[in-house]
């Protein structure tokens, strides 16, 4: 799949999957859920096309070792791309932890970023990789969508690799590090697929009890205007987190008993407001 898609030059816009994380299940199998508009699995085709293939192709723990040997940022991004192009075993993170910090570590760079996030979200195509990495990777992932000067298309990979990693248990991690502004700011300024995929991860994580005041009042009105004007994937993107948020603070005012007047009060309402046009998005894009 990747060699037709690495053929076309450049290559198309297309849909790719990702491992989104959902918790715990009886056969401990990861669900794969579509990343609308996520570019990462083209850009990725694109390197593995790139890479100069040898008739002895070197092993991800010698591209390891190249990452860290490299010296120049040259050097850097082609062991980076190197990885990402190379078939790597799901135990990496865990054995080498030194090449994954090397990666987090080109993110806070503008030349090496895309290079770096692309290696990371190939490792992270591995379900077994994803706590070593999310660990020393969320907050610098965090701290690129606000860094001044990143590049688009590390945004969007960026964003993209936090969804996969909010639906399960590194939720909490992402919204200590500050994600929550960072994912508004997307919905209003980013590309389409960074404002798909800020709507799918402030989705996820509003599903967590303690996060739903903060994204109520940052995260209602950037929502529902996207809600309103974006493209179709957008608006039901929107929709899904509108519902989910929605659905988290109904919840909290039952068991309290009563409507506070607070930021719950608020969001209940205008949640509300958007359930007739947000069932009526899910029967049009589902």
Not at 81 to 96: H, I, S, V
Request: proline share 5%; hydrophobic share 50%; aromatic share 4%.
């Amino acid at each position: 799949m990747f060699a037709q898609r690495a053929a076309c030059k450049p290559p198309a816009p297309i849909s790719a999957w990702l491992v989104e994380e959902s918790g715990p299940n009886p056969n401990n199998v990861a669900v794969a859920v579509p990343v609308v508009g996520a570019a990462a699995a083209v850009a990725v085709a694109g390197i593995q096309e790139a890479v100069a293939v040898s008739e002895v192709t070197p092993s991800a723990a010698q591209i390891a070792r190249r990452l860290l040997a490299a010296r120049d940022v040259e050097a850097r991004i082609d062991a980076a791309r190197a990885l990402a192009a190379a078939d790597c075993p799901p135990t990496f993170a865990a054995r080498q932890p030194s090449a994954v910090k090397r990666l987090v570590a080109m993110l806070r760079c503008p030349e090496t970023q895309v290079a770096g996030v692309l290696a990371l979200w190939k490792l992270c195509t591995a379900h077994e990789n994803r706590k070593a990495i999310a660990v020393v990777a969320v907050p610098s992932l965090v701290d690129l969508l606000g860094r001044a000067g990143s590049r688009d298309e590390a945004r969007e990979h960026a964003v993209a690799l936090l969804r996969a990693l909010s639906g399960g248990r590194h939720a909490e991690t992402i919204v200590k590090a500050g994600a929550i502004p960072r994912l508004v700011d997307l919905l209003a300024s980013g590309t389409g697929d960074a404002k798909e995929n800020a709507a799918e991860v402030l989705s996820n994580l509003c599903k967590k009890a303690e996060t739903t005041r903060a994204l109520a009042a940052l995260a209602m009105p950037p929502l529902v205007e996207l809600l309103a004007s974006g493209t179709n994937d957008e608006k039901a993107s929107a929709a899904r987190a509108l519902a989910a948020l929605a659905s988290v603070l109904e919840n909290q005012s039952r068991e309290r008993g009563v409507m506070s007047h607070g930021v719950e009060s608020v969001g209940c309402c205008a949640c509300r407001d958007f359930f007739g046009q947000t069932n009526f998005l899910f029967s049009d894009f589902w």
